[in-house]
Nanobody, 124 residues
Framework: VQLQASGGGLVQAGGSLRLSCAAS????????MGWFRQAPGKEREFVAA????????YYADSVKGRFTISRDNAKNTVYLQMNSLKPEDTAVYYC??????????????????WGQGTQVTVSS
């Protein structure tokens, strides 16, 4: 599976962005998908995940209520809608694919395939 993330950019605090992650290959619908982010000088951290069917979603406490993860298996795409953005959301955002179970979806080491990352910058 090859992943291509897009949709990042510069936005003011309180604004919104929608990230997309397009996947190649016919097996996209069999993978659980996640979004992670990494700010300069910080470790990569979990943002959100969604199961292969889209029926279950998971969020980091820091984004719960502001971000929404979704997927369209017909389009081989996973999305991250980000609302009420804060300067601390500034980071490179990565999408990733895994066959790991739902109890492991917050662990970046369990993901096999990664996109190239897209920069999100939130100004105050």
């Amino acid at each position: 599976v090859q992943l291509q993330a897009s949709g990042g950019g510069l936005v003011q605090a309180g604004g919104s962005l929608r990230l997309s992650c397009a996947a190649s290959g016919r097996t996209f619908s069999t993978y659980n998908m996640g979004w992670f982010r990494q700010a300069p000088g910080k470790e990569r951290e979990f943002v959100a995940a969604i199961t292969w069917s889209g029926t279950s979603t998971y969020y980091a406490d820091s984004v719960k209520g502001r971000f929404t993860i979704s997927r369209d298996n017909a389009k081989n795409t996973v999305y991250l809608q980000m609302n009420s953005l804060k300067p601390e959301d500034t980071a490179v955002y990565y999408c990733a694919a895994t066959t790991a179970g739902r109890e492991l979806l917050s662990l970046w080491g369990k993901y096999k395939y990664w996109g190239q990352g897209t920069q999100v910058t939130v100004s105050s």
